[in-house]
């Protein structure tokens, strides 16, 4: 499935937006709404419309229930920080529910908070599981402020009670007399705590005064209560002589221990939940985020590479153009030399004859002979004709030049000769290849190899020479304001460009390291500059959008990376650059055959 990448952040915002519990809101600096989701306007049972131009808190103000000041929230806008606070409202169903409001502040290009985004989450769960916890210590302190107390004491031996008090009547439900039988409180004790509350008072009573102990204890109905038992040793002659105590009825505590444990392990589920959920929710907004970036980040490549294209084929258009209306003014110059050459040799000839056979004019003849300088104009105006010849011809290459650049008639994928497209890109340069004041001329070396007619896109590729060549001639010039002239005479600045047809498992070495493959018949195209040469960090980079090294204004950082395009998605073909100290080279393989894709 195709992905519209251009659609894309829409789309993600959008399913956020319609989220039915995701309350969305911005408004600018003030707090006035500017935009709300349709969740946000079915809570608050206001419509859009109306709800635009609105106070948003305001508006909370009216619809929610919140311990919130004005002054707060003033305050906390005029700081232009992000904080939180919580509200409740009723829902239709009269259950009332809880929201936890985000605001966050955006910030302009200045730095300048100019928005609020408000994101508000449903807490009722936590807010639900909260007010259990506090209901539960409620009933926790009411059952411990009415704890109730059983005195008792007993022979040290066999725990044979010799005092209840009678408290134990209501606390058990038995008689007093039947805490006195022999072995009762033994036999009343659960199975399962029978032998460790036995072993814990044998443990205690050698090295202990008193020792608390918690076990259950069977009532007159039949029901096991839970008791603690509060005991103190008396002892005489290092001897124990008597256990005092008393029994409190922690059955209360126990169920309100039981119910806590509950309800800490339902908060910690809840809380767990909660965690993981926040965690989730965190992880898919930064995934979202990313994603938004990545896809501005791509709008912003493709509008700038749709730019710089659309300004190429403008280009192209009024290169195309202005050859257009000067090739028929030139032709017809071009095309009338020639005659106009004949028939002044005609004139001169005649001339000619004339002083043969009247070798002596009258007066007034003779004088405007020797002021035009007869003689001269014989000697000169064949020169001139001749340069005039000679200057046209320039033109027409050069009018031929910029028709085979622009290419505007081959706009798809047509069999071309790339040498064309080579020199016509090299006549377009040649005001900067030629010497300047200050800076020598840069020599051009044509290795061309004997290449069959290619099939491909020739406006595109030339575009291809123009980006590499100007970029080493800009190379060029930078390298020789940092050399002296006897430095420049001993390494003149050279541009060599290689062709070469490959046929079937084609490959080409680049340098001493890379190397490009290809299984078709191929077209390879280096160009090489002796200049200063690339670190290995600009050349791993060159082909990425927006980077340059050149000055502000010198550079988009956009040819290289619209010329790799151009070779490796157009194409099918690869570029690729090595450069060392003094050698810089980019190798082109484009097949001699484009492959038939479907869009």
């Not at 599981?129 to 009411?142: I, S």
């Not at 005489?236 to 126990?254: A, E, M, P, T």
């Not at 084929?313 to 050459?341: K, R």
């Not at 002296?484 to 084609?506: C, K, M, Y």
Request: proline share 4%; with cysteine.
């Amino acid at each position: 499935m195709v992905v519209n990448s251009v659609n894309l952040p829409l789309t993600m915002f959008n399913a956020l937006a319609n989220r039915a519990d995701l309350l969305m809101a911005l408004t600018d600096r003030s707090g006035r709404i500017q935009w709300v989701n349709e969740a946000f306007a079915n809570l608050a049972n206001i419509s859009t419309d109306l709800l635009i131009g609105k106070k948003f808190f305001t508006v909370l103000d009216d619809n929610f229930q919140s311990n919130i000041q004005p002054a707060y929230i003033h305050e906390q806008l005029l700081k232009s920080e992000n904080f939180k606070f919580e509200i409740s409202y009723l829902s239709k169903q009269q259950k009332e529910h809880w929201l936890l409001v985000d605001v966050l502040p955006i910030h302009n290009s200045e730095g300048i908070t100019s928005q609020y985004a408000v994101i508000a989450n449903d807490i009722t769960l936590r807010k639900h599981t909260e007010k259990d916890l506090a209901q539960t210590q409620q009933r926790l302190k009411r059952l411990v402020e009415g704890v109730k107390l059983v005195p008792w004491e007993a022979e040290p031996n066999n725990h044979q009670f010799t005092y209840v008090g009678p408290q134990a009547i209501d606390l058990f439900g038995y008689k007093l007399e039947d805490w006195y039988q022999p072995e009762f409180w033994y036999f009343h004790i659960h199975p399962e705590d029978r032998s460790l509350v036995l072993e814990y008072h044998q443990l205690k009573s050698k090295t202990e005064d008193d020792y608390i102990i918690e076990y259950r204890l069977l009532t007159a109905d039949g029901n096991w209560i839970w008791v603690k038992d509060i005991v103190n040793i008396v002892r005489s002659g290092g001897k124990v002589i008597q256990l005092l105590g008393f029994i409190i009825d922690i059955s209360g505590r126990k169920q309100t221990e039981f119910s806590l444990q509950e309800a800490l392990s339902r908060l910690a589920q809840a809380n767990q939940y909660l965690e993981t959920r926040v965690q989730q929710r965190t992880i898919a907004l930064i995934q979202e985020k990313e994603k938004l970036e990545q896809t501005l980040q791509k709008l912003q490549q493709t509008q700038r590479q749709l730019i710089q294209s659309e300004k190429m084929s403008s280009l192209g258009q009024l290169v195309a153009g202005v050859a257009h209306e000067i090739n028929n003014p030139v032709n017809f110059i071009y095309g009338n030399i020639n005659p106009a050459t004949e028939y002044v040799e005609d004139l001169l000839y005649l001339l000619q004859c004339y002083q043969r056979h009247y070798p002596n004019p009258n007066s007034t003849l003779q004088s405007e002979i020797e002021a035009i300088d007869i003689d001269f104009i014989f000697d000169d105006l064949p020169k001139l004709l001749a340069s005039m010849k000679v200057g046209a011809n320039r033109i027409r290459e050069i009018v031929l030049s910029l028709r085979t650049f622009s290419r505007l008639d081959e706009a798809e994928v047509k069999e071309v000769n790339i040498h064309d497209g080579l020199d016509s890109t090299l006549m377009i340069l040649q005001h900067r290849l030629k010497p300047k004041t200050g800076s020598p001329p840069i020599e051009v070396i044509k290795e061309y190899g004997q290449l069959p007619l290619v099939e491909c896109y020739a406006g595109q590729l030339n575009q291809v020479f123009m980006n590499i060549i100007v970029n080493a001639i800009d190379a060029l010039e930078e390298y020789n304001q940092k050399r002296s002239p006897e430095e420049i005479l001993a390494n003149p600045n050279q541009i060599t460009i290689f062709t070469e047809f490959r046929q079937g498992d084609a490959s080409i070495e680049i340098g001493e390291q890379a190397d490009i493959s290809n299984s078709q018949s191929s077209i390879v195209i280096r160009i090489i500059d002796n200049g200063p040469g690339m670190s290995e960090t600009v050349s791993n980079r060159l082909f990425d959008p927006f980077f340059t090294t050149k000055e502000i204004g010198k550079g988009t950082g956009l040819g290289l990376s619209i010329s790799y395009q151009i070779i490796v998605d157009r194409h099918q073909g690869q570029i690729e650059c090595y450069s060392t100290p003094g050698h810089t080279e980019f190798a082109i393989v484009i097949p001699q055959e484009q492959r038939q894709t479907k869009v």
